[in-house]
């Protein structure tokens, strides 16, 4: 691809955690490299890796944005892997300064705010073109197949798309289930590529902030059914572990499920115990859990799960609250289960686990319909399912099903009514009920399960009892209401202090 005695297929902005694996990926798919961070010991590190792992320069650090720019093919492309926000602008404008064109594009693959990203894209129109990749999968899967979520101006995908498609995970199309390598220098080649052009600027990182979304929700689900093993049957982690091993050979087989039993089966040398049981039981977060629940608000698209699990985070860190609480307030009297009552809470759990689970990723995929109705924005959705069976952190067999689900429908109104989802929670519910009310008796807190469950009902539900607030809200507020008896356009009012509360139209 050599031009003008410039060599560099790509410009490389950010070389932490994702951007370091993501150049050494495109070095090993055949790309040249430009890199720059503004710490030069990571410039070096990538260098130092490249050369290591190659025998060969295919990377070239940079000592700033000019020297990385002239050593690029034009139009230029310039793929930034930076912390969202502040940063993302302030590289935009230094490349300006250093020369960057209205014919090259910059991509952002942080995870940044999605009306950030149409914000840029309408900011920068004309100076350069701003297009934007949301990447999954950590450091592992930048390295060696990460998930792509691209948006922005179509004819910029048509230049990345060879790119993306070469690094992304690849995946068995048949089985659903990822084909991993985790070679250097030998990447995977074979398989359905996970890297889709999901819609115009902003769409692609919508869709990952709901990826996000939905990984809190899966997380949250996995750690409440270990919260209740542990609790209710007193089971050791690495007992937990085995059950969640089991667990993964089935309709639970995900990435998180995996982890989750690694994560449970390791042994802290230090304290000469499990790992899990020295971890301090406040959770982080970056914010993207927090972003989907605002905007299923704001959207008024319920995500109950999502919003739960986002909750359960921040109720983890009033540690020293909770702590002082555990002084004062009782819950139930700890109940010795028989030995046919464990292995039945077990079995109810995995149903449990497995119904909820279907829950959130309804939710999500409803919010998404949602925000493109909004939006104006056509999404795929069976394509979106299957560019996140494999390379991002929710990856599971049961993405294949989703696929299927909209791919059978691509307008479906929800998940919970494909014909297969419908089967499986008909199958699976009662399960699911019964391990929620025991967690509940025992006073295991299980919000997330819950929180799908109530979804569940609310949603199947033919009548609710909103009729019961639209009375509350006409009766303090004179808000009127709709009646079931009369079009849903006419409204009512009570003069509710009048004698016999005679109803008027509003
Ligand atoms: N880690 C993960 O699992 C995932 C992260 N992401 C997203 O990817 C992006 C990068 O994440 P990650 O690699 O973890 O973050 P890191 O903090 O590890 O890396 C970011 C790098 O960008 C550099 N940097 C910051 N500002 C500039 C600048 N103005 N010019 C040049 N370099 C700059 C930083 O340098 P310095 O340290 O010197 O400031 C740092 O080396 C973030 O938006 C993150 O949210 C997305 C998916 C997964
Ligand atoms: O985007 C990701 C994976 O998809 C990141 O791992 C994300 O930063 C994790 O979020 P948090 O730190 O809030 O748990």
Not at 4 to 29: H, Q, R, T
Not at 131 to 137: H, K, N
Not at 244 to 250: H, L, S, T, V
């Amino acid at each position: 691809m050599e031009q003008n005695g410039a060599p560099y297929d790509v410009g490389f902005v950010g070389l932490g955690v994702m951007g370091k694996s993501l150049v050494l990926n495109l070095a090993d798919n055949g790309y040249r490299v430009a890199a720059f961070d503004l710490d030069a010991d990571k410039i070096t590190a990538v260098e130092a890796q490249d050369q290591a792992e190659s025998q060969s320069r295919r990377v070239l650090g940079c000592p700033n944005l000019a020297t990385l720019l002239a050593q690029l093919t034009a139009p230029r492309l310039v793929v930034l892997s930076i912390p969202a926000g502040a940063a993302v602008d302030a590289v935009c404008e230094q490349l300006l300064a250093a020369g960057i064109g209205p014919d090259d594009v910059v991509v952002d693959t942080g995870n940044s705010l999605w009306t950030d990203t149409v914000k840029r894209e309408a900011h920068y129109r004309g100076q350069f073109h701003f297009f934007s990749t949301a990447v999954s999968g950590g450091e592992v899967g930048a390295r060696f197949g990460p998930s792509l979520m691209a948006s922005g101006d179509a004819r910029a995908w048509q230049r990345l798309a060879p790119l993306w498609q070469a690094i992304a995970a690849k995946v068995d199309p048949d089985s659903g289930k990822p084909i991993e390598r985790f070679e250097p220098g030998n990447p995977v080649r074979e398989g359905e590529p996970c890297a889709a052009y999901i819609g115009p600027a902003g769409a692609g990182h919508y869709v990952k902030m709901v990826h996000n979304g939905i990984e809190y929700a899966d997380m949250q689900l996995i750690c409440e059914a270990y919260h209740i093993l542990r609790t209710a049957l007193g089971l050791t982690p690495a007992e937990i572990a085995a059950i969640f091993r089991r667990w993964n050979a089935g309709v639970l087989d995900s990435y998180l499920m995996a982890i989750s039993a690694e994560v449970l089966d390791t042994w802290d040398e230090a304290s000469d115990g499990p790992l899990v049981d020295v971890i301090l039981d406040k959770a982080g977060q970056k914010g993207t859990g927090l972003w989907t629940a605002v905007s299923s608000l704001e959207l008024g698209c319920p995500a109950p799960t999502i919003a739960q699990a986002v909750y359960a985070r921040a109720l983890s860190g009033q540690r020293a609250e909770r702590l002082a609480a555990a002084e004062l307030l009782r819950g139930p009297e700890p109940v010795a289960l028989s030995d046919a009552e464990r292995e039945a809470l077990i079995e109810q759990l995995h149903d449990a686990l497995y119904c909820a689970k279907i829950c959130a990723y309804a939710q999500g995929f409803q919010l998404m319909a949602s925000a493109a109705k909004v939006q104006g924005w056509t999404l795929d959705f069976a394509a979106i399912a299957r560019i996140w069976r494999a390379g991002c952190i929710i990856r599971a067999v049961f993405l294949q099903s989703i696929a299927a689900a909209y791919e059978r429908d691509d307008s479906l109104a929800n998940l919970l009514v494909d014909p297969f989802f419908t089967e499986q929670l008909h199958r699976y519910q009662g399960n699911w009920r019964r391990a929620i009310a025991q967690a509940t008796l025992l006073g295991i807190p299980c919000g997330a399960l819950s929180a799908s469950l109530a979804y569940f009902d609310s949603y199947r539900l033919g009548t609710l009892p909103a009729n019961l607030l639209q009375g509350q809200r006409d009766f303090f507020g004179a808000h009127g209401f709709a009646r079931t008896d009369r079009d849903e356009g006419a409204r009512f009012h009570v003069d509710w202090s009048a004698p016999g509360r005679p109803v008027r139209p509003a």
